[in-house]
């Protein structure tokens, strides 16, 4: 009975050595490169046609580039900037590291570009452009054309009209160090410096500096066709 009991233990150990472990990580495609100059993927050369996958991280040398299309999105990193990708529950992200990220999609639910604490995504479901540029850890320049964009942070979701340039302050505190110039002189939203879009104790501010275009490589044309196809 005991030399029985060996040998179906052995075959057991045996049979759960070769099945394949379940609940293992599969990795997601995330998207395709669309172009790309002077750009990598991880510690690799990032290719046109290259697939991307959940938790890959693009970056961009000086002067260099790279646009990936996620779904019913395109993320476009300019020179010296880098970032890594993920979804969730199906729809795509990118976390900005460092550098300039411009986003283009037609739903408001398709596409989000996370930077420090804050979530910057399409207010609706309109073609929209946005680009972010993190300047550090507490400060941004967040830009809309077209589409208006919003901006959430620990729950506070203030937003951006289409068409201009804020500054945000994750730390209201060095907003209002900045002095009154910084702030705006008065000239409301639609001037070159404009009044806080809201202040107090407010998580964070945000400062209109100016009605401004998007350089960028894709369209709005291209923005509406990510809504519509794959």
């Known amino acids: 009975m005991q030399r029985l009991r060996a040998i179906f233990a052995a075959a057991l150990s045996v049979k759960l050595a070769s099945a394949p472990l379940l609940g293992a990580p599969t990795a997601t495609v995330w998207g395709t490169v669309v172009t790309a100059e002077r750009a990598h993927l991880d510690d690799g050369v990032a290719s046109v046609g290259t697939t991307v996958f959940g938790g890959d991280r693009p970056s961009t040398e000086d002067q260099g580039s790279v646009q990936i299309r996620a779904g019913a999105a395109r993320l476009l990193l300019l020179s010296a900037s880098s970032a890594t990708l993920n979804d969730s529950e199906g729809a795509p992200w990118a976390k900005l590291l460092s550098g300039?990220?411009?986003?283009?999609?037609?739903?408001?639910?398709?596409?989000?570009?996370?930077?420090?604490?804050?979530?910057?995504?399409?207010q609706s479901d309109a073609p929209t452009i946005g680009q972010v540029r993190l300047l550090n850890a507490k400060e941004l320049l967040v830009t809309s054309k077209p589409g208006p964009l919003s901006v959430t942070v620990d729950g506070e979701t203030q937003f951006i009209g289409d068409g201009k340039a804020y500054h945000v302050y994750?730390?209201?505190?060095?907003?209002?160090?900045?002095?009154p110039a910084e702030a705006g002189g008065g000239q409301g939203p639609g001037g070159k410096g404009g009044s806080p879009l809201k202040a107090g104790r407010s998580r964070f501010l945000i400062v209109v500096i100016g009605v401004t275009a998007i350089a960028t490589y894709f369209a709005v044309s291209e923005a509406v066709e990510s809504a519509a196809g794959p």
């Open 100 to 122: 300039t990220a411009t986003f283009s999609t037609g739903n408001a639910h398709a596409f989000t570009v996370y930077a420090s604490k804050a979530a910057i995504r399409a």
């Open 170 to 179: 994750l730390d209201p505190d060095m907003a209002a160090a900045q002095g």
